[in-house]
């Protein structure tokens, strides 16, 4: 039987692996099927606008559909950047659950490079949530919980493998 301490931290790990890769997978799934369907259904750009017809009508009309098609284009293209971001910040979102997962795997199998990984990430959330208990002042108990989880994290890590 290991170290029950490395073993909460390795349940956590792997909680937080599940609790964000399941969304983000169905999100990374969702948003790079619409970006790429986007993508594939963005029509080709005019070489030259048409020569003036001599009829001012129809030349006013080509003009205000032109003008139309520009604004139109650029929500469009607005609304393709956002739905591409979308795309990346879930993917990152899935990787780092990836990485909990298999950090929390290591874990298990008291794995070296596990617990530097695992010490890296709650350094990196540890120093986050002292940044935010200074910054947030007396209203700090989600920093301070957050600090303190981190905290018990580090010290586990620190402990070792028995």
Do not use: E
Request: proline share 3%.
């Amino acid at each position: 039987m290991g170290n029950p301490h490395i073993l909460n931290v390795a349940r956590a790990f792997k909680g937080i692996s599940l609790l964000l890769g399941i969304p983000s997978l169905a999100a990374t799934l969702y948003f790079g099927f619409a970006a790429i369907t986007l993508y594939l259904s963005t029509p080709a750009k005019r070489s030259a606008p048409p020569a003036a017809s001599g009829n001012s009508a129809v030349d006013l009309i080509d003009m205000a559909a032109r003008a139309a098609g520009a604004a139109f284009g650029f929500i469009g293209a607005v609304g393709d950047a956002v739905v591409r971001g979308l795309a990346i910040a879930s993917l990152a979102v899935l990787l780092f659950s990836l990485t909990l997962f298999f950090t929390s795997r290591g874990l298990q199998a008291h794995a070296g490079w596990a617990r530097v990984v695992g010490g890296m990430m709650l350094t990196v959330l540890f120093l986050i949530a002292l940044l935010a208990l200074v910054s947030s002042g007396s209203r700090g108990l989600f920093a301070l919980l957050l600090a303190s989880v981190s905290g018990y994290g580090l010290w586990a890590l620190w402990r070792g493998f028995v």
